[in-house]
């Protein structure tokens, strides 16, 4: 029963997004079938009027007069060319409509989808959410385009023969109602089935989807280990799922004609067999019932139609509900108000600015009205904070700790000691249980998370770059930076030097996640993206893992530069490069277990004692 | 047309049962559909007009049960259309999922990740639309096409002839607008793929465009794509869109075409007014008929640029593959570079990521290689196994050219752990088990223990079947090296190769498992690529890689007397004595 109702609000939605931004063009595509649909129609009446009005009386006349059979034969062409016309005007404007609704559906989803949290994307393979895109977008186009109008037309016939029906008799069609009550206790037996084992389908096809990703991305491991055939033995088992759930997807759908056109059959049977005996006693006519059956004729044939793009319609509704609950995927929250804006110092006070001044100031709107400005520092607070992905699961316990402006604190610990999970809260990549952050005194919660997120830099474990130059890929940080800022960032992270040896220097294509390059390579543009960026907090997660040494000592001295006047955040995997931290923390299952600076730590001979000298191992 | 209809039609294998059987069904649900109506009218003409209720309880009786053996038909012919197309997709995407798993990593990037996604998906499902359609449709729409016509010539020939001329001329219509469209679906397919790809990176890169706040261009990026399908989409359909309106002016001319000549026979007394309303109702059928073949027209056409792109990926010829009699056996682990040039397959001419490489290596020997990031040390070693071929000179591996080998052998034969390790979804037994099917519990341990990863991963409570994460997310970095050089291990590679795969690991252990490597498998020729010069110092030799060449050979005394870069490294890292050598 939910699943009926969930069936019957996927559709609604739908329904929603043509009515709402098609009205026009959909009240447009109505007129043309019915136009369509009547010409249709009208070309039986016309059969009848040109027999019994035209051809009688002509073959009774002396000199037959084919002005009258001239004229009605160019009416008639007239009617049809208006049939023609509409038939083409709803099919074009259905396109319009169709691939405008797919077009919106499609961005609306991306768009919902930036906006979703970092928990989402942990949850779910790329290959997964891809399928969407493609597979149950495409799904749907097959349904809007053609199966609707279809459906539509066939919708308007068989009402306006049930009216002929009824005006003919009653009773007659209280049985054919009777029968169309069959139809649908059967249409809806199967097409439930049918749905049901089609949205298994687009599950599954998403799952193949994500293995082929899975295994496209490990493909050098694959070839490596010989491991062709157990992944194709593996694809094999998916695939045959895939396989079976489509198949009884549509024996479902496909047996719904047959099964409707012969119900429809045996009413005509019925009718007939009652109607005779009617008939036989005098209470109806041999006329009518002659008729009636004629109509019922007429009535199954559409229904018929209609069960053809069964198949489609439905598998288009399992594409939509999937749609539609990546959609309803709950955003990221953001009721922040504190706001990042431009100012200057003007007698000692902090004063919003329209230009760039290169000074940053928050601007902090009270209940009351009033407006303070808090110059933009660096300065970030973690108080009694707890946070755990799933609720019941702490990974942090009461984390305290102060980074004043400018220093530099690290993290160092095992992993799953929570070094990451901690910068992750900073800029909000998950939200905490209890605890406070704040950054320069203000409660993270409170400020906008796109400005707050402007105000950190981030240079991640993995490099990821887009499809585009070089260039693109640095300026990504700050879109509208100039060549020559781009340029002085890459200097300045030591990454213009590789860039300039590349054949097309900063115009070189990047392809495919940048393969050609290699992983220190990479991470170098990584850095010289956070340069560009600028921004007063700076995290570094394991920045310079996999650049050799020549280079990390050149790249360690444009972080240097890169660190100064900032607060930066540093996940260490190197200890040599966080010597210098003004605050180093010790983490151990997701709590500070020892803190203070270099010598501090190494006089207490704890674990940072035992990683420094090598003897634990640290990541 | 016919030459895809005839690679693809080999993929139907074990579906030709159904296939078959499908259209046979079809015709005699057909044949009961003409049967019904005649019954029908016989209801009528006779039994209604002379009010005869024992006739028509008996024509009834008759309608019923074609009724039901029409349904019998129907509901076998759409099981078995179900069937045979559900296969016949399966089968296209094994066909093409084994095709990929031979391709050279030139041909992936000949086609992209995210190309290859959508081939195997939505092109596929394109393709089993139309050929559901086509075997259950376009064998229905001709036979009552053919049947409508028997009976309209069967009421007047003449009149009949309309038809014979309209039918061509349609007929060469809708090829005509095939042909339009057919180029303008094509490119809403390359679309699809670039929509895909945006997806894609978008999907990788999501905490850099979070972390950047750069959500808004990535939604501009991503409706510029979107519209381009659109329009693209838009373009195509709007050809198709001329299908039907053709159909119906085609079949409307026709009807009043009989129309006249019918009356001016009727008045002319050569027919009959019962037969002209006969004639006409058999129009309306083949117009039924025909719209049906146009729906499955358009999904035809459609499916075509599908079935092309599928084709590509079928007969796309891997760039690496067997020779004819390959050798199947290495005799041991020796490694012979000979005048090796390598240049990538999109690098232009003079790019060379390798140049004039010679190197001799012999079975047993520890090799270190070092050299800045992007000095093609990865590149060299990835040559071993033939992840890729050489553009010049040529590559010996136990005295064989490693491109006479089956590539198996030599890959069984040569272990690699990855700069990129990878550790697949699924337990830490079964990611080890990788490198030997059929390896019993003792010698995951024994190879985990030469590796150090045994004791971390007795501690885990599940031990050998704790389940790592996709991508292995759940394990330290170091832990994760140390599974892979098992992993490896378990190979009992004549050749190891560990491209900077002991960087997360502390330098005790790093030691420990160097030494393990030294004693258990001392016939097997293991060569390191490592950052820190302490993974390399005691290696038989170390190669000094830089810009594509080598810049110097020899032991580590050797080369601190010779190679500037290998003593500035060594200087840079030794400085300061043990400890930050220690830390690194």
């Known amino acids: ?619 | 047309m016919i030459q895809i209809v005839k690679k693809l039609s080999k993929y139907i294998k074990e579906y030709k049962k159904e296939t078959i059987l499908t259209p046979i069904f079809v015709v005699l649900e057909v044949i009961m559909e003409v049967i019904i109506p005649l019954l029908m009218a016989k209801i009528i003409d006779v039994g209604i007009q002379n009010g005869d209720v024992g006739y028509i309880l008996e024509m009834g009786v008759l309608l019923i049960i074609a009724a039901i053996l029409s349904l019998t038909f129907g509901m076998l012919s759409g099981r078995f259309a179900a069937k045979a197309s559900a296969g016949f997709a399966k089968n296209l995407r094994q066909g093409m999922f084994y095709k990929i798993q031979n391709y050279s990593f030139e041909n992936i990037d000949k086609f992209s990740t995210s190309s290859l996604v959508t081939r195997l998906t939505t092109d596929v499902t394109n393709v089993q639309m139309a050929y559901q359609m086509l075997i259950r449709i376009f064998i229905r729409g001709p036979i009552m096409l053919i049947f409508s016509l028997i009976m309209a010539f069967g009421i007047n020939a003449g009149l009949s002839c309309v038809f014979l001329v309209a039918i061509p001329i349609l007929g060469f219509a809708l090829w005509f607008i095939a042909i339009k469209a057919h180029p303008n679906f094509e490119k809403v397919f390359k679309k699809y793929d670039k929509l895909n790809r945006v997806v894609q990176e978008n999907l990788n890169a999501i905490r850099v465009v979070k972390s950047y706040a750069k959500e808004d261009y990535e939604k501009e990026k991503f409706k510029e794509v979107n519209d381009e399908v659109y329009n693209n989409f838009k373009k195509a359909e709007k050809i198709v869109a001329f299908n039907s309106p053709v159909m119906q002016f085609t079949i409307y001319t026709c009807v009043l075409l009989i129309s006249f000549l019918g009356a001016q026979a009727i008045v002319g007394g050569t027919m009959q007014t019962g037969e002209l309303s006969s004639i006409i109702t058999y129009a309306w059928q083949i117009l039924m008929s025909l719209m049906m073949l146009s729906f499955v027209f358009v999904m035809v056409i459609i499916s075509e640029s599908s079935a092309e792109r599928i084709i590509e990926v079928l007969e796309e010829k891997p760039t690496i593959q067997n020779k004819e009699n390959p050798v199947t056996e290495v005799k041991n682990g020796d490694i012979s570079f000979q005048n090796v040039t390598f240049r990538y397959g999109d690098a232009e001419e003079n790019v060379h990521a390798l140049e004039n490489i010679n190197l001799e290596i012999h079975s047993g020997e520890t090799i270190g290689i070092i050299g800045g990031t992007g000095s093609s040390k990865s590149t060299l070693v990835q040559l071993i196994p033939r992840l890729y071929d050489v553009t010049q000179g040529k590559i010996l591996v136990g005295g064989v050219d490693v491109r006479d080998y089956d590539l198996q052998t030599l890959r069984d034969a040569v272990a690699m752990v990855l700069q990129k390790n990878v550790l697949f979804s699924g337990t830490i037994a079964e990611n080890l088990r990788w490198g030997d099917k059929e390896a019993e519990q003792e010698e995951l341990e024994k190879v985990c223990k030469l590796a150090q990863a045994d004791s971390f991963i007795q501690e885990f409570p599940s031990k050998y079947d704790t389940v790592l994460d996709q991508g292995g997310t759940n394990v330290s970095g170091g832990q994760k090296q140390r599974i892979c050089i098992a992993r490896a291990l378990l190979k009992k590679p004549k050749i190891l190769i560990l491209d900077d795969s002991t960087s997360a690991v502390d330098t005790k252990t790093d030691a420990f498992i160097r030494k393990a490597f030294r004693e258990s498998i001392p016939n097997t020729t293991k060569i390191i690529i490592a950052q820190r010069i302490s993974s390399i110092e005691d290696a038989d030799k170390i190669i000094v890689m830089d810009e594509g060449k080598i810049h110097g050979i020899g032991t580590s005394e050797e080369l601190l007397k010779t190679d500037e870069i290998y003593r500035e490294v060594y200087e840079t890292q030794m400085k300061g004595g043990n400890d930050n050598e220690e830390t690194k």
């Not at chain 1, 069609?173 to 069959?182: E, K, N, Q, R, S």
């Not at chain 1, 474990?461 to 887009?466: A, E, I, K, M, W």
């Open chain 1, 1 to 619: 029963m939910k699943k009926q109702n969930k069936t019957g609000r996927t559709i609604f939605r739908l329904l929603k997004y043509v009515v709402t931004t098609y009205k026009l063009q959909f009240a447009i595509v109505c007129i043309s079938i019915i136009i369509s649909s009547l010409v249709g129609v009208a070309g039986i009446e016309f059969l009848k009027y040109l027999i019994d009005d035209i051809i009688t009386p002509m073959i009774s006349q002396e000199v037959p007069d084919y002005s009258m059979l001239i004229t009605s034969v160019i009416v008639m062409g007239i009617i049809y060319v208006i049939g023609i016309i509409g038939t083409y005007v709803y099919n074009r404007l259905m396109i319009n409509i169709s691939q405008g609704i797919l077009n919106k559906i499609r961005s609306q989803m991306f768009e919902h989808m930036q906006s979703l949290p970092i928990g989402f994307f942990d949850s779910r393979t790329h290959g997964e959410i891809m399928s969407t895109y493609t597979n149950d977008v495409d799904a749907l186009r097959q349904a809007l385009s053609q199966s609707i109008p279809q459906v539509f037309s066939s919708a308007i016939t068989m009402i306006s023969i049930l009216i002929s029906m009824f005006a003919t008799n009653l009773y007659l069609t209280l049985v054919v109602l009777a029968m169309v009550a069959i139809m649908v206790i059967v249409s809806r037996f199967l097409g439930g089935n049918s749905s049901k084992f089609f949205v298994k389908q687009q599950e599954n096809i998403s799952k193949v989807n994500g293995y082929i990703e899975e295994m496209m991305e490990g493909q050098k491991v694959v070839k490596v280990f010989c491991y062709e055939e157990e992944s194709k033995k593996k694809f094999d088992k998916i695939n045959e799922e895939l396989c079976d759930s489509t198949a009884k997807a549509n024996i479902y759908a496909n047996i719904l004609m047959p099964c409707i056109m012969n119900i429809g059959n045996l009413g005509y049977v019925l009718v007939a067999v009652i109607g005779g005996i009617l008939s036989v006693n005098g209470i109806l006519t041999i006329g009518s019932i002659a008729a009636f059956l004629q109509f019922i004729k007429a009535f199954t044939n559409p229904i018929g139609q209609v069960s053809q793009q069964m198949n489609s319609i439905i598998m288009a509704l399992a594409g939509a509900e999937r749609i539609f609950d990546l959609m309803d995927e709950k955003p990221e929250e953001d009721d922040g108000y504190v706001t990042l804006v431009n100012a200057k110092i003007e007698e000692g006070k902090v004063v919003e600015s329209k230009e760039r001044t290169g000074i940053w100031a928050w601007k902090h709107p009270h209940q009351d009205g009033r407006i303070t400005y808090t110059r933009l520092r660096g300065q970030v607070q973690f108080e009694n904070v707890n946070f755990g992905y799933e609720p019941k699961k702490t990974v942090l316990h009461d984390i305290t700790l102060e980074a004043k402006e400018g220093q530099k604190v690290s993290f160092v610990g095992a992993t799953g000691a929570g070094k990451t999970t901690i910068t992750n809260l900073i800029n909000r990549f998950y939200d905490i249980q209890s605890g406070k952050i704040r950054y320069d005194r203000i409660n993270i919660q409170k400020i906008k998370k796109d400005d707050l997120r402007r105000s950190l830099g981030m240079v991640l474990q993995d490099t990821n770059l887009f499809t585009g130059t070089i260039k693109d890929n640095i300026r990504y940080s700050k879109l509208d930076a100039t060549d020559e800022e781009v340029y002085a960032a890459a200097k300045l992270s030591n990454a213009d030097k590789f860039i300039r040896n590349l054949p097309e220097g900063y115009d070189t294509q990047i392809t495919g996640n940048g393969e050609g390059l290699s992983q220190g390579q990479r991470q170098l543009l990584s850095i010289a993206r956070a340069a560009l960026y600028n921004p007063p907090v700076l995290i570094l997660d394991e920045a310079t893992s996999s650049i050799d040494t020549r280079t990390e000592k050149i790249v360690q001295e444009g972080m240097d530069k890169l660190m100064k006047g900032r607060t930066v955040f540093v996940i260490a995997h190197r200890l040599s490069t966080i010597r210098n931290s003004d605050l180093i923390m010790v983490l151990d299952h997701g709590r500070i277990i020892e803190r203070g600076n270099h010598e501090e730590l190494m006089a207490k001979q704890g674990t940072y004692y035992g990683l420094y000298t090598g003897a634990i191992e640290i990541d």
